[in-house]
T-cell receptor, first 114, second 112 residues
Framework: DAGVIQSPRHEVTEMGQEVTLRCKPISGHNSLFWYRQTMMRGLELLIYFNNNVPIDDSGMPEDRFSAKMPNASFSTLKIQPSEPRDSAVYFC????????????FGPGTRLTVL | SQKIEQNSEALNIQEGKTATLTCNYTNYSPAYLQWYRQDPGRGPVFLLLIRENEKEKRKERLKVTFDTTLKQSLFHITASQPADSATYLCALDAGLADKLIFGTGTRLQVFP
């Protein structure tokens, strides 16, 4: 298995532009998580899905952020409009939901908003 | 609200020694706790899980303890090697399905 796949790996954009991050979870996993990591705040959960349904989006910073999971093998995180404070590394992770299982992380997308 | 604290400063130890990392939490009683390793430029990688009814868990050179009275977990790496240098994150069950809350991590540096 290729593991969790994220694209792009790096994204540089200007303030005000729309940014879309993509994630392909591990086949067979039914939970998917989007995290943001910064030096100041560490690894923060933004939203997570179970069986393609959003379960908890309390970590989504504001309305500029949205996430979708149209099917079991694909998810997107969109920021519109982007701001410099959104600069961070965004990770996608997946797991097979049993309540105790480990999460498998992708390589991350490093986002820089100028 | 739930709060997790890990050694905020880097931990520097000599090769062959035992590294001990601390994870303290407040305002919460997690059912389990996980430890992850993160290398620069990569995503975290799962190492160990320990449940609230387990005092200790071992895996090769790794040992994790879980003291629900002290609200603390200790993560030990015995016979440490330079290859163990990384950031180590503890993560607590957040009480909602598979949701985890991560600590900010402790950077470990093992020098020869």
């Amino acid at each position: 298995d290729a593991g969790v796949i994220q694209s792009p790996r790096h994204e540089v954009t200007e303030m005000g532009q729309e940014v879309t991050l993509r994630c392909k979870p591990i086949s067979g996993h039914n939970s998917l998580f989007w995290y943001r990591q910064t030096m100041m705040r560490g690894l923060e959960l933004l939203i997570y899905f179970n069986n393609n349904v959003p379960i908890d989006d309390s970590g989504m910073p504001e309305d500029r952020f949205s996430a979708k999971m149209p099917n079991a093998s694909f998810s997107t995180l969109k920021i519109q409009p982007s701001e410099p404070r959104d600069s961070a590394v965004y990770f996608c992770a997946s797991s097979f939901s049993t309540g105790f299982n480990e999460q498998f992380f992708g390589p991350g997308t490093r986002l820089t908003v100028l | 609200s739930q709060k997790i604290e890990q050694n905020s400063e880097a931990l520097n130890i000599q090769e062959g020694k035992t590294a001990t990392l601390t994870c303290n939490y407040t305002n919460y009683s997690p059912a389990y706790l996980q430890w992850y390793r993160q290398d620069p430029g990569r995503g975290p990688v799962f190492l160990l899980l320990i449940r609230e009814n387990e005092k200790e868990k071992r895996k090769e050179r790794l040992k994790v303890t879980f003291d629900t009275t002290l609200k603390q977990s200790l993560f030990h790496i015995t016979a440490s090697q330079p290859a163990d240098s990384a950031t180590y994150l503890c993560a607590l069950d957040a009480g909602l399905a598979d949701k985890l809350i991560f600590g900010t991590g402790t950077r470990l540096q093992v020098f020869p």
